[in-house]
């Protein structure tokens, strides 16, 4: 469907037969490839969100399709009570590019990955976790107690664990909180729902040496900032540390659903047999898919190209010199937008009606994660229209402080 009221009729039929989670309009999208998506009106957008982070290399690549359809004609689910190739070989990559011997287990979701960790965690026979202000960890009871946003918490009260969220950055608040009964700390290297917020240089080190004393797991959670979008395969490869457990989705599977928790040392070893399970966990399609991404971003050397085109856009839109953008933060292709009004929502809308998706992902913050592949050209087309966008969008802020 592509049509003049397409957007129109598909936007009526979601609203009666989903369940409204996010309470803001969404627009409706029929097909896309590389950086660009279309509407069901048969416009054109370019893509600044790709599905949250997770179309690391845009929409229909090539390599995702035919690993995709060669899978699925060929043997598409076996369940956790067999096992095919890819799942074992994607562990093996996966291991490979951490760089040490572990032990994965796939799920569906980074929220399931996080799910996994939790119950890792709770099997050290300690019950307290601490975690931090601000931090996401997804949206599943034991996820979201780790998950540091009261708004997304508090209606469902009370949740599992033990739980103490510290201030996110702060090494010596994570000191005072993990004791000898604290059985993990989770932290993400860069908080990717909370805005891009990069913690100070040091932290995550600061947090393997607190944990490493009072025998505590440290969990990192890399499913945002992990395979490739802050320009390393993982984070915390950049900042030197080695977790006891790291947490994959979102761009593993180049748009399939998967999750991944990785456990190393004796933490790979505190799920026993029947502790854990998933029927659609290490589903060979989003394996195949996985692999595909894994081997396409080490062949088309994405990791350089992530750096390079991070910094031109982050230098792009501070260097447009815009009264409403305070700076630019975050890591790689995982950026901030700060602003200097609480105009987020309007800057996405302004955006939208420019053909540029991007998310407000906090009142003052506009969050960019577009496709690993993008280039300089799509660099360039959004430093075109951003100036005209921030434009409408202060405009509008202006009609409302005198309205
Ligand atoms: N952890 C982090 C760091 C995330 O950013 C997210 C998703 N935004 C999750 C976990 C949850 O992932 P999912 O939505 O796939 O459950």
Redesign the pocket.
């Known amino acids: 469907m592509s049509d003049a009221n397409g957007n129109q009729e598909l936007t009526q039929r979601w609203q009666q037969a989903l369940m409204d989670n996010y309470g803001t309009p969404r627009l409706p999208l029929v097909s896309g490839e590389g950086a660009r998506v279309r509407d069901a009106d048969g416009r054109e957008y370019l893509d600044f969100v790709s599905g949250?982070a997770v179309n690391a290399l845009g929409h229909a690549h090539p390599a995702v399709v035919r690993a995709v359809s060669g899978q699925i004609a060929t043997l598409g689910h076996v369940s956790n009570l067999f096992v095919a190739e890819p799942p074992v070989e994607l562990a093996e990559r996966l291991l490979q590019l951490l760089g040490r011997p572990g032990k994965v287990f796939f799920s569906n979701?980074?929220?399931e990955a996080?799910e996994a960790a939790f119950k890792i965690g709770r099997r050290t026979g300690r019950r307290h976790m601490v975690a931090t202000e601000g931090g996401?960890?997804?949206?599943t009871l034991g996820?979201l107690a780790l998950t540091g946003q009261p708004g997304k918490r508090d209606p469902f009260l009370p949740l599992p664990g033990e739980v103490t969220h510290v201030p996110y950055g702060d090494a010596d608040a994570l000191r005072a909180a993990v004791t000898t009964d604290t059985a993990l700390v989770i932290l993400?290297p860069v908080q990717?729902?909370n805005g891009a917020v990069v913690p100070p240089a040091g932290y995550l080190a600061a947090a393997r040496e607190i944990t490493r004393a009072t025998g505590t797991l440290l969990v990192i959670?890399e499913?945002?900032t992990g395979i490739g979008r802050t320009g390393h395969w993982f984070e915390h490869q950049a900042q030197g540390v080695e977790p006891d457990v790291v947490?994959l989705?979102?761009g593993l599977g180049g748009g399939l659903p998967i999750?991944a928790t990785v456990a190393f040392g004796e933490a790979a070893e505190l799920l026993a047999p029947g502790h854990h399970g998933s029927t659609f966990g290490g589903n060979p399609v989003c394996c195949a898919a996985a692999l595909a991404v894994l081997d396409t971003i080490a062949a088309e050397d994405i990791l350089d190209r992530v750096k390079r085109t991070g910094e031109r856009l982050r230098d792009g839109i501070e260097g447009l010199g815009h009264p409403l953008v305070a700076h630019v933060r975050g890591a790689g292709l995982l950026l901030g937008i700060v602003l200097t009004e609480p105009v987020a929502a309007r800057v996405q809308q302004a955006a939208q009606e420019a053909g540029l998706l991007v998310n407000a992902v906090a009142p003052g913050v506009v969050r960019l994660v577009p496709p690993l592949i993008i280039g300089d050209d799509e660099v360039d087309a959004l430093l075109g229209v951003l100036p005209a966008v921030l434009d409408e969008a202060a405009g509008d802020g202006e009609d409302r402080r005198s309205g």
């Open positions: 949250i979701s980074g929220a996080v996401f960890h997804g949206r996820a993400e990717g729902e959670d499913v945002q947490t989705a979102k999750g």
